[in-house]
């Protein structure tokens, strides 16, 4: 198996000058050998996946190892985890899907992908108390619009949202919804995603909003300006209102 996942290349790095020959199992996953003279000329193996975003190379470290055998074992685990490279082998924007998983490496997303389900997704887990399940998703349909299977048979002149980011409490609950947005490009996913996770605006006017509504209709609080941590302390709630607050105050403070 492991002469079937592997193709044999020499290959030099231009970024790394001790990169000698480079193992591939996949478009973004390989080995590479290292022969670096500051450890006494030893021969490391190096796992990596990189991909090239906006002309920079973004990589994932998977450790180095003493021996071939080791790195093309570990190579081997990843290969068989689920991936998109499994579940969604004909999927026709593999690269597109792995720079979207790069682009967000910071925020601790995962390929999420089901063969299942219509199209890839990726999936950052935000548990509350209450959601223990709580997750952003976002989506990416098939680049070309005829194997989707949502726009497939769509008009012409209809928009296509390749993409769909997703804040979610419980999975396919869309009661617990928190938001739910079309994006037509990579680039506006990227954005809104790090926009709601480095910029306040974005993270927390939704939960102003959701806050201003809830309140308003809670007829035991008659302080309507009154915050999540306030009320808590000074009024005496139901548990169904606990419940809320308690929830609300965890999505904040993440």
């Known amino acids: 198996m492991m002469k079937d996942l592997f193709k044999f290349e020499k290959a030099s790095d231009p970024q790394i000058e001790d990169s000698q020959y480079t193992f591939r ?6 080995i590479q050998i290292c022969e670096a003279e500051e450890y006494g000329d030893a021969t490391t ?4 996946r990189l991909v090239w975003i906006d002309n920079d190379c973004v990589g994932e ?3 180095s190892f003493e021996k071939l055998d080791d790195a093309m074992k570990k190579v081997l685990a990843l290969h068989n985890e689920r991936s998109i490279f499994n579940q969604f ?13 790069m682009g967000l490496a910071n925020y601790d997303f995962v390929d999420e992908c089901w063969h299942n389900e219509a199209m890839p997704h990726v999936c950052k887990m935000m548990p509350t108390t209450k959601y223990p399940d709580r997750a952003l998703r976002i989506w990416m349909d098939w680049k070309d619009q005829k194997f989707s299977e949502f726009y497939g048979d769509a008009k012409e002149g209809k928009t296509y949202f390749r993409f769909n980011v997703h804040l979610c409490g419980e999975y396919g609950d869309h009661d617990t919804t928190e938001f739910n947005k079309d994006f037509e490009t990579l680039e506006e996913v990227l954005k809104f995603v790090k926009d709601y996770f480095e910029s306040n605006e974005a993270k927390w006017t939704p939960l102003y909003e959701e806050w201003g509504k809830w309140l308003n209709k809670q007829d035991n609080i008659d302080d309507k300006e009154a915050d999540a941590q306030g009320v808590i302390t000074c009024y005496t709630l139901t548990e169904d209102q606990k419940e809320f607050v308690t929830d609300f105050i965890e999505r904040w403070d993440q």
Do not use: M
């Open 25 to 30: 199992a996949n478009e973004n996953l390989y």
């Open 45 to 48: 193996y190096n796992v990596n």
């Open 61 to 63: 470290d998977f450790g």
């Open 89 to 101: 082998p004909e999927f026709d924007d593999k690269e597109g899907f792995t720079k979207l998983l």
